[in-house]
């Protein structure tokens, strides 16, 4: 599509993942373009002509396979930061531009890697977690700094020609086009391409061109930076993360030829960290390379002399790998595997690989709509967000975020099991099968959980990253259970879906067992022999402690079905687990007589019980200030 037919995108794409923060800067993109330039540009992908559309914050054209921002709008860095992150479900690469600067937020996080934070409570409560866990930002592998005759590039000063950004859904990678004027008038024309391989779990790749117009002195560095500084927090919102300063510590350095490695830990919650860099240089002229290492800092440097028509080619290589009980020498043997096994395959092998992966996950996932290009680029996007919030988890879990931004502190939550895994399950079984997995491997913590709050069975968290209960507010936190019936649920559609049983036999079982026992432990039946669960909140969190509320119930059922379906299909196994005829018939009556309240006279099934009995909603009073969660006091909500 060219760009003159290119149509706006306002929130379909953007919402997925946008952060939407506002900056400080105009936006930059082609001003003055000569006739130079302009032929120049007329030969570069992806576009047939020159790219001089301007677009505002949350639009940007509309294409069937990717999401092009044409020019760069400094003021939406916070949004595009996350719209062009990369991510295999275990690294993950916020969408930064490669010089680091400007930029809302810098980040690199890995699955399931995470730092303890006090929570303090004005007045505690039994059973209330003691800390929190928020995501770290890791070891900063995309820098690429470069310097033109000492000046360094940076799209606030000089000036900027051409600014294209494409996130190319079919070849998995972010790719960046670059024409810039020094302050000094030194030209020089700017390639990058970015990939996090699916292929490769391990292992992120960034190819680097720097062609001169003019004879010039090119310096670029290649750096690995820990403990950057966070983004300043002065916020309310309960969605924004902690956040933390100087979370690693250092551990270890490593230098060789043309890369190095950082070896780190965290301060409280025991988990080790190794970080590591290596490349590919490629010159028609000479150079000469240095590598300097420090605790949280290394770099490569790069130095030539480029002539009209020169070019410097650099790949980056990234490798990163992290452990809880793996010693640092093994972490740092593991990240130079990878980095070994990702030169040897080299910068071509390794986009092959990517593109090969995601033509088999389209190949399941597409679906394609006539007539609507605005949601079909919206779908795809969508699609492409669940795999690289998912594809390699492998023993991790899944964040409400994926691996774009640090929302939610980088928790995983019931949408996962209750939105993503279904999705997976459709398009990519086998990381559908790790997430769940996953989950089943926290069952003693849920169990544990569950003997705190003297239930029985097991209580899975409202928000975690390695599986123990971190939500500090009780009435939108532990007493959301419907999420217990949302994870049986992903696991009984992964069964549907796949027809394969043996899931269920290896952690399933257990894991539906021990919720139809927590659902038996909470609910009761009162006289006329209707079964009730009191005190819950809902998925919509809009009402919360309420007795009988109607997804819960209703999903509360269907838990405890799922359960005697498994252990009739089990029945060795469940025996094992202490399952017999009697339990099985109290599953079965509290399914069969659960209460789901009905509104007669409205004919409708009110969220809760007595919930058309609550005072209307002035929705007209409420014009702009959504979410509510930021807005009204408690006591109108709740």
Known sequence: MSTQDAEPVPAEVAAVAGDGHQGAAAAVGPAEVGATERAAASQAAPSERPLHVAHGRGSLPVDPWSVREPTLDLAGLGRTESLFALSNGHIGLRGNLDEGEPHHTQGTYLSGFFEHHPLPYPEGGYGYP?????MVNVTNGKLIRLLVDDEPFDVRYGTVLRHERVLDMREGTLQRWVDWVSPAGRAVRVKSTRLVSFAHRA???????????QEVRIILQSELV????PPEVDSDDPRVAEALDNPLVAVGQDVEQHGSVLLHRTAHSGLHLAAGMDHDIECSRQYDVENEVRQDWARTTVVTILR?????????YLGYGWSRTRSDPALRDQVAAALTGAKYSGWD??????RDYLDEFWRAADIEIDGDPVLQQALRFSAFQVLQAGARTEGRAIGAKGLTGTGYNGHTFWDVEGFVVPVLTLTAPDAAAHALRWRASTLDRARERARTLG???????WRTIDGDETSAYWPAGTAAFHINADITRAFELYRWATGDDGLERSVGLDVLVETARLWISLGHHDAAGRWHVDGVTGPDEYTAVVDDNVFTNLMAAANLNAAVGACTRQRRAARLLGVGEAEIARWRRAARSVHVPFDAK?????ACANFTRYAEWDFEATVGRYPLILDPPTRILW
């Open 349 to 354: 092998m390794l986009r092959r690989a990517q």
């Open 203 to 213: 292992v992120a790749a960034i190819a680097y061109t720097v062609e001169a117009e």
């Open 602 to 606: 409205l004919q409708v099934h009110p």
């Open 455 to 461: 239930l029985a069975g097991a209580t899975f968290p």
């Open 226 to 229: 820990a403990n950057e500084a």
């Open 130 to 134: 003691e800390s929190g866990q928020t």
């Open 308 to 316: 009209p028509g020169d070019k410097l080619r650099v790949v980056k």
